[in-house]
């Protein structure tokens, strides 16, 4: 590595032209979204819907170019042809379309991230450029072959070598509260997973600190990039393991250019549905279990009963009778369409109600055509003992009603899962108005894909927008082509756009509300703690199989997550999945990292081959005490953490972890000794732009922290060995272990 402090001028010439390029475009954007607007609601709906159209492209536009500020450039490659290219967070062109910037994941710019001295890929020279602001700081340059340089760089070949570069600036940076992009300092084998082919599912194991959500998020931005046409109108799905860790990532993707992708939970995978519940870890571990799908299919299936004894309906002075063998035939003939419980129920009523109208006609003493019988038809349908006898025979249903029926009527679960243990349903019970828990989400997820809606009304509006959706892409090509717009947005995404008045929801924002959407990608972080029943309702999600799947089976903290790859993925993806490790943890210093290994495989966990990157002196400290003073002695050390890393910028976070039973002390003794603690602490929605938190080993997963005061590590162990490998593998620069127990074996 060698720091060419001569270079700073230069570059910060170029750096100066491209952000006048950036903000050139920035004006031009506003200026036509400015005439867009005040050109006004007037007009045939269809110019309306035109300029709502082109005032949502030119906000998304806006929106990534105002995202991508902050080191804007980063990077420069000296080609063996005399090329200079520089890289960046997008590409910029000049009026004449020439390139003045490449974006970082167009494959022009793959040589940045994998050029080495043994395979330089016709690099001579890679630049990087540390930039504050709008400002150059630094200059760092790793020269790949010294006899390629150039006349006037030859003094850069007795420059000496010194400076971290741009990796280790990197990871001694204090932490925000937010997740910062790793665009800058992408590594070989971190490159080759994002640049990875769309198609089938891949699994990317790694150690704790190895960048697996950096990967995962990068991947995202690359892909829609790379596949821009066939994921626009589809959408890329991320799934994260609590509300704390979306927020913590919510700046990625936008500074890398892209704002489209939707993020959530398992808990939020259903629009509507408030899993804000909690319950006994062993309830969740029963209802994640695939057999809970038998188990939901069986209790649809127990809705639908053929009546012991025939029913008599008296109907306008004749009696009509709705007899068990009817209604086996009806039902039989609902079931041969194999479709969800309340679509087929719409059969199964029709079939009923003209039986019966045959019976009420055989009465008259007259043929009624059947074209004729609509006034028969309608008075059995409306007649309140025919509804009641054909709802208890074909019960139409909701979601939620089914799952909250299982869990509060013990006969229902009994007769839809004989296969539970008397126990397990016993710890299924709780009262009828008990809030959904997150398990409770993929169990309502796949009874609502079982029941369905009655879409009749649906199919007939969906037939009548298909006959309109051919004019409105054609007539969405002629604007784009008359306007020179046509490759910023494709025809078809700007006819959707086209297709109402008023403003339009973006492809997220729809994909978010509608539980049935299909997405071309689906991106899950902490992958190893789902259950089989979230990986079936995610799956449902993603036809393609198209994944990107991040974790470490080490790491499992819920007791229906996974402990192996091959056992969890193999029933659903039927073998059809690839794998990929990382291998170097850059986050935790050496000595953390070692320690952390240890206590994982004392406790037989199957922990991952790792490399740390750095060492970091004092980085281990274990502290004993007495149980009175547990608490305090956590708080004045998490004091003094706070101070010694907090920067004049803002930079430096501190996190205090306990067991859930141990939060309510501490943060008691923080108060006590006048330190401010985040809002939200000890919950889901703790406030990470603190300088200090105070979190259960569960809550801080895919979270770092300049320091981790670790409370009691035997107790977190006691909760799960998984959990303490967790706790301890947080910091960047120190683990500070407090205790009054024992410690546990390996640490």
């Keep these: 590595m060698q720091v060419n402090e001569d270079g700073r001028p230069a570059e910060q010439r170029v750096v100066d032209a491209l952000y006048g390029r950036l903000d050139e475009q920035r004006a031009a954007t506003r200026d036509r979204l400015a005439q867009v607007r005040r050109a006004g609601p007037s007009g045939s709906p269809q110019n309306r819907s035109e300029r709502d159209a082109f005032a949502t492209l030119y906000e998304d536009r806006l929106a990534q170019l105002e995202a991508v500020e902050d080191r804007l450039v980063f990077g420069r490659l000296d080609l063996d042809d005399g090329d200079r290219r520089y890289i960046g967070r997008i590409g910029l062109t000049d009026e004449d379309q020439s390139v003045l910037l490449t974006d970082w994941r167009a494959p022009a710019a793959q040589a940045f991230y994998r050029a080495t001295a043994a395979h330089p890929d016709g690099v001579v020279r890679r630049r990087h450029l540390v930039t504050r602001g709008r400002t150059v700081t630094g200059v760092e340059d790793e020269v790949l072959d010294l006899d390629l340089l150039s006349a006037e760089d030859a003094d850069e070949r007795l420059a000496g070598l010194s400076g971290e570069g741009a990796l280790l600036a990197a990871l001694r940076a204090g ?37 697996k959500t950096a990967v995962a998020l990068h991947r995202a931005a690359y892909l829609l990039y790379a596949h821009r046409r066939t994921l626009e109108r589809s959408g890329v799905l991320l799934v994260g393991p609590s509300r ?17 992708v939707v993020t959530t939970t398992v808990a939020q995978l259903v629009p509507g549905v408030a899993a804000t519940g909690t319950e006994d870890e062993r309830v969740a571990e029963i209802k994640g279990r695939a057999v809970m799908a038998q188990v939901v299919e069986r209790a649809v299936r127990d809705r639908q009963r053929v009546p012991a004894e025939p029913v008599r309906v008296r109907v306008e002075g004749r009696t009509v009778v709705i007899t068990p063998q009817d209604v086996a035939a009806a039902m039989g003939r609902a079931r041969r369409q194999h479709r969800p419980h309340n679509l087929a129920r719409v059969t199964f009523v029709r079939d009923m109600l003209g039986r019966l109208a045959q019976q009420y006609v055989d009465q ?166 789902l259950s089989a029943m979230a ?31 091959a056992r969890t993925l193999d029933p659903v993806l039927r073998g059809s999945w690839r ?84 939060v309510p002390g501490l943060l008691a003794a923080l108060a006590d000794a006048g330190v401010e603690v985040a809002a939200g602490s000890g919950t889901d929605a703790a406030d990470l732009d603190a300088p200090l938190v105070v979190l259960t080993p569960v809550e801080t997963k895919g979270l770092e922290f300049d320091v981790v005061v670790l409370v009691e590590p035997r107790e ?17 620069l120190r683990l500070h272990v407090v205790h009054a127990g024992d410690l546990p074996a390996g640490l």
């Design 364 to 529: 008259l003493g007259w043929e009624v055509p059947a074209d004729e019988r609509g006034e028969i038809l309608e008075e059995l349908r409306s007649h309140r003992d025919v509804r009641v006898a054909l709802n208890l025979a074909w019960m139409p249903l909701t979601p939620e009603k089914l799952v909250a029926d299982l869990w509060s009527k013990p006969h229902r679960l009994e007769r839809a899962a004989p296969q539970l243990s008397a126990r397990d349903r016993a710890l299924l019970r709780r009262d009828p108005d008990a809030g959904w828990t997150p398990a409770d989400v993929p169990l309502l997820d796949e009874a609502a894909e079982l029941l369905g809606e009655d879409d009749q009304v649906a199919r007939a509006q969906a037939r009548a927008d298909e006959r309109r959706r051919a004019e409105e892409v054609a007539y969405a090509r002629q604007v784009l082509e008359s306007s020179g717009s046509s490759g910023l947005v494709s025809a078809e995404l700007l006819a959707d756009r086209f297709s109402a008045s008023g403003p339009r929801l973006t492809t997220a924002e729809r994909a978010a509300a509608d539980r049935t959407w299909t997405y071309g990608h689906v991106v899950v972080d902490e992958a190893q703690e």
């Design 175 to 211: 932490r925000t509260g937010r997740m910062g992009d790793i665009v800058a300092t992408i590594q070989a084998e971190q490159d080759r997973i994002i640049r990875s082919e769309l198609s089938g599912a891949l699994v990317v194991q790694g150690g704790p600190g190895t960048g």
């Design 579 to 662: 794998l990929e490790e990382l291998t170097v943890n850059y986050r935790t210093p050496a000595s953390v990292a070692d320690a952390a290994r240890r206590v994982a495989q004392a406790a037989g966990l199957p922990v991952s081959r790792l490399t740390s990157a750095r060492e970091v002196p004092e980085a281990l400290v274990l502290e004993g005490t007495t149980e009175p003073e547990l608490a305090t002695l956590a708080a004045r050390t998490a004091a003094k953490a706070v101070a010694e890393v907090t920067t004049s910028e803002g930079a430096g976070r501190v996190a205090v972890v306990a067991v859930g039973g141990r």
């Design 716 to 732: 977190v162990g006691d909760g799960g060995a998984g959990d303490l490998y967790v706790a301890m593998t947080r910091p960047t």
């Design 535 to 565: 990986w079936r309702a995610l799956l449902r999600r993603v036809p393609t199989r198209s994944l990107t799947i991040v974790g470490d089976v080490a790491q499992t903290s819920a007791a229906a997550g996974s402990r192996s790859w």
């Design 244 to 260: 704390t860790f979306l927020r913590y990532i919510d700046q990625v993707l936008p500074s890398l250019g892209e704002t489209g």
